[in-house]
């Protein structure tokens, strides 16, 4: 089992820099062995992707609206993993959640694949 809480969000004018946090409770050697993605969610919509990272950090996928503005990044012997948000804009305002799975193809874009959720963090982005 898997508890994850995402500390770090906020407010933020656009074009400044937040960086999430994702940690988990519980032994290392359980996250390290999960797969953790970023999702966000404004109001009305659907939950979508924002990035994944696999197990021990050599692979990152992003979604193409945050591709070259985030980096996805873990920290296996602090059972974290972070997303550093730069350049934001007033659409990257949603709440984020971080959510891990232990097995998973492709990049993880699906948020019906994944096991374990945070509560969610919010992000506003002013304009």
């Known amino acids: 089992q898997l508890q994850l809480v995402e500390p770090g969000g906020g407010l933020v004018q656009a074009g400044g820099s937040l960086r999430l946090s994702c940690a988990a409770s519980g032994r290392s050697s359980v996250y390290k062995s999960h797969n953790v993605g970023w999702f966000c969610q404004a109001p009305g919509t659907v939950r979508e992707f924002v990035a994944r990272?696999?197990?021990?950090?050599?692979?990152?996928y992003y979604a193409d609206s945050v591709r070259d503005r985030f980096t996805i990044s873990r920290d296996n012997a602090k059972n974290t993993v972070y997303l550093q948000m730069n350049s934001l804009k007033p659409d990257d305002t949603a709440v984020y959640y971080c959510?891990?799975?232990?097995?998973?193809?492709?990049?993880?874009?699906?948020?019906?694949?994944?096991?374990?959720w945070g509560q969610g963090t919010q992000v506003t982005v002013s304009s």
């Open positions: 959510a891990a799975v232990r097995h998973i193809n492709g990049s993880g874009s699906d948020y019906g694949n994944y096991d374990y």
């Open positions: 990272i696999d197990l021990c950090g050599s692979n990152r």
